[in-house]
């Protein structure tokens, strides 16, 4: 009986041919279908790595061998061999082209809108314009028009900026 998240024997055998085999030095490996199931379960629960079922084994192992077979390309092997798979038995429509439609708006201030009455994005970078001027007690470069409205702020006169140091 296998669990949620677990691979049947079916599966497993599908699979198990294109995990790499240990090399006889060091420690040996923990056994590949546990960590497996414990990556799944971490995969389709989305708990954090620590909270792993500990029927799995230490969730370092997992997270470790995940890395690594991502970076190894051992997940494009397993991916490649299931779409061949998938294709011999006719459940794979190469014609058929899927997009996510799904979006997430952005707050905005993502977009570099400032707050509300405060003070506005800089219209310069030092970097773009060697005219723009600094005050020696801000992060902020500004251009000459909002340093001269800082300055009228700094007189007692109001304008439409807020100082963020004084």
Same mark, same amino acid.
């Given at each position: ?46 708990? &954090? !790595?620590? +909270? ?5 084994? =230490?969730?370092?192992?997992? $997270? ?61 970078? &030092? !970097?773009? +314009? ?5 005050? =020696?007690?801000?992060?902020? $470069? ?25």
């Amino acid at each position: 009986m296998t669990r949620r998240y677990e691979l049947t024997d079916a599966q497993w055998d599908v699979i198990e041919e294109f995990l790499p085999q240990s090399s006889g030095k060091g420690r040996p490996w923990k056994e590949h279908r546990k960590v497996i199931n414990g990556l799944f379960w971490i995969l389709n629960s989305g708990a &954090p !790595w620590r +909270d792993l079922p500990e029927r799995y084994g =230490p969730w370092q192992t997992i $997270y470790d061998r995940f890395y690594r077979w991502q970076c190894d390309g051992t997940f494009d092997l397993i991916l490649e061999k299931l779409q061949v798979v998938l294709d011999e038995h006719g459940y794979i429509d190469w014609e058929l082209w899927c997009v996510d439609g799904s979006s997430v708006r952005a707050h905005k201030s993502a977009s570099g809108a400032g707050k509300k009455g405060g003070l506005k994005s800089p219209k310069t970078m &030092p !970097w773009a +314009d060697p005219v723009a001027v600094t005050d =020696p007690r801000s992060i902020w $470069y500004l251009t000459d028009e909002e340093r001269l409205s800082l300055q009228q702020f700094r007189q007692g006169k109001r304008t439409k900026h807020k100082v963020l140091n004084p």
